[in-house]
């Protein structure tokens, strides 16, 4: 059985890599939008790509865990109460 600890950060990491993964789509819908800019077929549109959803990944990823820690602070306390 895992810790209140455990189970936290395992929530918390959980909302780091879901808010990050938006970062994904992202990128797609910019190439929809400036094709010139971000694509697959230059180095420099390569680069654009992977710099925009490397920074939208690490933005995401920051406000998810804000939010996850509005949420819940702190770990849990747990009753180690042995009758």
Known sequence: MKTAVQRWLYG???????????????????????PD???FTSGAGVWHFF???????AVSA???AMFYLKQSPLPPEENNQNP
Do not use: D, H, P, W
């Open 37 to 39: 800019k971000f694509n």
């Open 62 to 64: 920051f406000l998810s």
């Open 12 to 34: 918390l990491g959980s909302a780091v890599v879901g808010g990050g993964a938006s970062a994904v789509v992202s990128g797609f819908t910019a190439m929809g939008f400036a």
């Open 51 to 57: 710099a925009m959803a490397l920074i939208n990944f």
